[in-house]
């Protein structure tokens, strides 16, 4: 015990920071993970070091080529030393050296080899990341990740343009973190014990301690009564209406004995909180949608816990919630005595508690309709579902067949973006037409110095006939035929790094299922230092 003590608190010294942004069981999952990275490319080997550092599991690179001069120029996860041994193994050992508590591996295989032997060995890992495919190996692969519900994240830096790519059907997300979330206070629909509380107040006939360390939350609540009995029941709205509010508020302050404002700093916060007080409860867009969806509706033996707590968060609202989802249960620090905010911090957790519980109902009922067994769902994960109800996202992407195929490209979304010829969506379709130059030549343009001249032409043929095919009435111009011409494939590592970064974050969202990561197609200009996330 003591033993397994040390090491724990070992670990949360080791990963302190980390902790804070995806708590312990977000760790957990970082550490039981096992992800496959194809090439240990300069990209590749990046993106791994900043799985390697906050302690993913495990992992195991797939590459058969040997270390060739190039590598180790832009590959800080070679040396010299290197050269001509196989490019898995090589930089498995040094990547291992970051952290001993990962388990690195290697496969000296290439992928299409593997893909024409064994295919299913990709169906072990969490997550499948490539680097540096060719267009038809990376179809392959992300067909049969795509069948086995298998994440893929395609990699590419080709010169000053980096690309990723995300491939996953479906991906829901619980704690979404969203950035400025509002306070669930519900102050214009309160509980019937907030209200028994609220009314418990009678800041006329308080002494000037009392007063000042009341709640602002209950200051703004006894406020809200005075407005309302003089405004038809209607809570302030408009900017005019909540200054004169915030007005009423001021007048509420105690006054000393030469009748001037006593400064008091718990109604100092309720004037500054009026726009967080007075927000409306409401279900969010985005939660709506999936109380609409399909897979909400018919639940089955196969559905996903998510969408079983989906169904049961939606039958809560339908009916005990009555429109309103489970209350959260947490509020903000405020200036007050300790009996007075513990006791109004009780009174949202035990409303919370009590909404969890009555989902917990409606979760046995589901599992049970649908022949899986009540511990299938643990109280823990409903309780955690229901303080981010609020905050659900589900990320649905398409596949790269789709994608790829001329019918069901998404022509519109490119015609729209290059209405600026100078958009990101012009490196997307460079990306395509070196694939396309690729295919027809079996090298990339510019690779050659002596050829850079002689491949701009070949280059534009393959970026008209793209367009072409996809019916797209737009042009592409020659500056950037030309930079593509003499980019040569390169894998700069100044690009590859920051790729790196932005690929291991990605990565790290789908293991965690924490934060949500972007759909479906990321693209990064390096000339200019911007970006842009598209659906394709």
């Known amino acids: 015990m003591a033993a397994g003590g040390s090491v724990r608190r070992r670990k949360e010294e080791k990963y302190d920071r980390q902790l804070r942004l995806w708590g312990d069981h977000g760790q957990e999952a970082l550490e039981a993970a096992h992800v496959c990275l194809v090439n240990a490319s300069g990209t590749g080997t990046e993106i791994l070091k900043n799985l390697v550092l906050p302690g993913i599991g495990s992992f195991t690179i797939v590459d058969g080529s040997a270390v060739a001069g190039e590598d180790v120029g832009n590959n800080f996860f070679l040396t010299k030393n290197s050269i001509g041994l196989n490019r898995a193994q090589a930089a498995t050992e040094l990547l291992q050296e970051l952290n001993t508590d990962v388990s690195g591996n290697f496969v000296e295989e290439s992928?299409?080899?593997?893909?024409?032997?064994d295919p299913t060995f990709f169906l072990r890992f969490n997550m499948v990341i490539t680097?540096?495919?060719?267009?038809?190996?990376?179809?392959?692969?992300?067909?049969?990740?795509?069948?086995?519900?298998?994440?893929l994240l395609v990699c590419r830096t080709y010169g000053l343009v980096g690309y990723m790519r995300l491939a996953i059907k479906e991906h829901p997300v619980v704690e979404s973190h969203p950035d400025?979330?509002?306070?669930?206070?519900?102050?214009?629909?309160?509980?019937?014990?907030?209200?028994?509380?609220?009314?418990?107040?009678?800041?006329?006939?308080m002494d000037k301690k009392d007063h000042s360390h009341t709640p602002w939350i209950i200051v703004v609540a006894k406020y809200l009564e005075k407005w309302c009995k003089e405004h038809n029941c209607q809570l302030p709205k408009t900017y005019k209406e909540k200054e004169a509010f915030r007005e009423l508020i001021r007048q509420g302050l105690m006054k000393n004995d030469d009748g001037v404002p006593e400064d008091e700093e718990n109604f100092d916060e309720a004037i500054k909180n009026v726009n967080t007080a007075l927000n409306p409860t409401k279900i969010p867009s985005n939660v709506q949608e999936l109380f609409q969806d399909e897979r909400c509706t018919n639940i089955n033996a196969q559905s996903p816990p998510f969408w079983i707590l989906t169904r049961a968060v939606k039958q809560f609202v339908e009916k005990e919630g009555l429109g309103c989802l489970p209350v959260r249960g947490t509020i903000p620090d405020m200036i007050a005595d300790s009996t007075r905010f513990i006791g109004l911090q009780n009174v949202y957790r035990e409303k919370a508690k009590q909404d969890a519980s009555v989902i917990s109902d409606y979760v046995t009922e589901l599992l049970q309709l649908i022949g899986r067994p009540p511990e299938a769902i643990s109280e823990k994960d409903i309780w955690h579902f229901c303080r981010n109800a609020a905050f659900l996202r589900l990320v649905r992407c398409r596949s790269l067949a789709e994608e790829f195929n001329t019918e069901t490209s998404n022509r519109d979304q490119i015609a729209s973006c290059m209405e600026n010829l100078d958009s990101e969506m012009v490196l997307y379709i460079?990306?395509?037409?070196?694939?396309?130059?690729?295919?027809?030549?079996?090298?990339?343009?510019?690779?050659?110095?002596?050829?850079?001249?002689?491949?701009?032409?070949?280059?534009?043929?393959?970026?008209?006939?793209?367009?072409?095919?996809?019916?797209?009435?737009?042009?592409?111009?020659?500056?950037?035929?030309?930079?593509?011409?003499?980019?040569?494939?390169?894998?700069?590592?100044?690009?590859?790094?920051?790729?790196?970064?932005?690929?291991?974050?990605?990565?790290?969202?789908?293991?965690?299922?924490?934060?949500?990561?972007?759909?479906?197609t990321f693209i990064y200009n390096a000339m200019l230092q911007t970006s842009m996330t598209v659906q394709l």
């Open 180 to 205: 400025n979330a509002l306070e669930d206070l519900r102050l214009d629909l309160p509980f019937p014990h907030l209200k028994d509380h609220i009314q418990a107040y009678d800041l006329d006939k």
């Open 111 to 117: 992928l299409e080899h593997l893909l024409e032997n």
């Open 131 to 151: 680097t540096q495919l060719p267009e038809s190996s990376l179809l392959r692969l992300s067909t049969v990740l795509w069948n086995a519900d298998v994440p």
């Open 430 to 520: 460079m990306l395509r037409a070196v694939d396309c130059f690729h295919r027809q030549h079996g090298r990339y343009p510019g690779v050659y110095n002596n050829q850079v001249e002689g491949d701009i032409g070949k280059l534009k043929s393959c970026v008209v006939g793209l367009l072409q095919e996809w019916a797209v009435s737009v042009s592409v111009k020659d500056d950037y035929i030309h930079e593509f011409c003499r980019y040569g494939a390169s894998e700069p590592h100044a690009v590859a790094s920051f790729l790196g970064g932005a690929a291991a974050q990605e990565t790290i969202k789908i293991i965690t299922r924490q934060f949500v990561p972007f759909n479906n």
